[in-house]
């Protein structure tokens, strides 16, 4: 076992066996998977006597019809990864529109975790409207210099904090896009828990764009697989690209049950886990400067969604070894298996803190508590 294994198995060890997590799912193992697997299908709400699927039959397309549903879309498509059917929804805009050209943000999924794969294998261009850690506006969208035939958007844009515009915002910017004849593709990976923050229902935002990707375990914990919602015709030209990408599987109905699940069970506890959230980086902020780490910074200072980013003044090593030491010492634990990491100056760290649905437990004088004893760690 290397020493970053060594490191690993010692975190995943001293969270496992902590009385109190504030942030993060809790850690699965196999027999954790295997035990919500026999969950499921109770909560998915299907006949479970009818066959299994065979290559996007049955169940597959009762769940495409429900994201379709859901969606406010005509149609929707089943993928096993949202790298997989982003690369397909914006292949085939890219054949629609006669443009190669992608307008999205440099910090995206497809051009931060992606390796890629827009242009290695898809053949597509990407541009970007800016490069502030922001959502783009409408006039920078207005004002690129370049055609494009596409604008992607991802809603909340992760790696900035969870960034969401407001709802003025988006229908400007999805505006300006129109202006320039473009399509409108939204990453929605994260799109269920977005209601809350635009304050209009799903249907409606999805209705801004012309395909809209979500995943289904991510926010909603499934086991995995996304789907692409749009016109019937897109979808039916994505299934085509989806066989051509090696994504048209024998069988599919465990990933599909745990998505049903998760739609029936998380999707309808998403705004209560947004609403905690504020109060979560609330306390989290008043705690560390109470433990003596006054600099503290949350990102965004109240949370767009029920995720944000924590940013501290010290070296991402010693924040690590504080909250490990605090779990194991404690058996409380702030920041769960996430990890501190410094992308940017060193010895400024950045963590990202997700208040799903351990943090409910959590009031915010236990935040503040904690946090405080966190700051302990690092400063004493």
Known sequence: MTTDEEARARRRAAVAACERVLSGKPESTLADF?????????????????????YGDGVVEELERRVAELLGMPSAVFFPTGTMAQQVALRVWAGRTGSDVVALHPLAHPEVHERAALSVV??????????????????????????FGTLMLELPLRDAGY?????????????????????VHFDGARLWECVPHFGRPLQEIAGLADSVYVSFYK???????????????????????????????AHQFPSVLSAMAGLARELPRLPSYVEHAKAVAAALAEGLAEGGVVQAR???????????????????????????????ETGVSVFGLSRFTEPGPPGISMTEVSAGARALAWSAADVRTAAAAFAAYVTG
Not at 39 to 53: E, F, I, K, T, Y
Not at 124 to 142: I, M, S, Y
Not at 306 to 326: I, S, T
């Open 298 to 328: 949350v990102n965004p200072a109240e949370p767009h969604t029920h995720e944000f980013q924590l940013w501290l003044p010290y070296p991402a090593a010693a924040l690590n070894e504080a909250a490990l030491r605090q779990a194991e």
């Open 122 to 147: 898809s053949g597509l261009r990407t541009v970007h409207p800016t490069r502030a850690p922001r959502q783009p506006t409408a006039d920078e969208v207005r004002e690129l210099p370049e055609p």
């Open 219 to 249: 926010s909603l914990g499934g086991i995995s697989g996304a789907a692409l919602a749009g016109p019937e015709d897109f979808t039916a030209e994505a299934k085509v690209w989806r066989h051509r990408y090696g994504g048209q599987i």
């Open 163 to 183: 960034l969401l515009p407001t709802w003025e915002q988006l229908s400007d910017v999805v505006a300006a896009a129109r202006e320039r004849d473009a399509v």
């Open 34 to 54: 295997l035990a919500r697997a026999g969950r499921d299908p109770q909560d998915a709400g299907v006949d479970l006597s009818q066959p299994v699927d065979t």
